[in-house]
Nanobody, 123 residues
Framework: VQLQASGGGLVQAGDSLRLSCVAS????????MGWFRQAPGKEREFVAC????????YYADSVKGRFTISRDNAKNTAYLQMNSLKPEDTAVYYC?????????????????WGQGTQVTVSS
């Protein structure tokens, strides 16, 4: 499975962005998809996860109510809609795929990773 993340950019606080993660490979639809982020000097942290058939989602407390994860299995694409962005959301955002298809919040549980897309939120 290969993942390609895109959609990052430079925005102002309060703005919105939508990240996309296009997956390619066998049985991609069976994988759960997650978004993580890593700010300079910090460890990679969990943002959101969606199960294989979108039956379940899970969010970090820091983004709950502002970010929405979704997926379109027909397009092999996962999305992260980010609203009301804050300067503390500034980070490189990575998408990951988990073969087991369930909800996971630990980066070690994800088997495949995209290359990351930079999100910068100015105050």
């Amino acid at each position: 499975v290969q993942l390609q993340a895109s959609g990052g950019g430079l925005v102002q606080a309060g703005d919105s962005l939508r990240l996309s993660c296009v997956a390619s490979g066998r049985n991609v639809y069976r994988h759960s998809m997650g978004w993580f982020r890593q700010a300079p000097g910090k460890e990679r942290e969990f943002v959101a996860c969606i199960s294989r058939f979108s039956t379940s989602t899970y969010y970090a407390d820091s983004v709950k109510g502002r970010f929405t994860i979704s997926r379109d299995n027909a397009k092999n694409t996962a999305y992260l809609q980010m609203n009301s962005l804050k300067p503390e959301d500034t980070a490189v955002y990575y998408c990951g795929a988990n073969e087991r298809g369930g909800i996971y919040a630990n980066a070690d549980d994800f088997h495949y990773w995209g290359q990351g897309t930079q999100v910068t939120v100015s105050s």
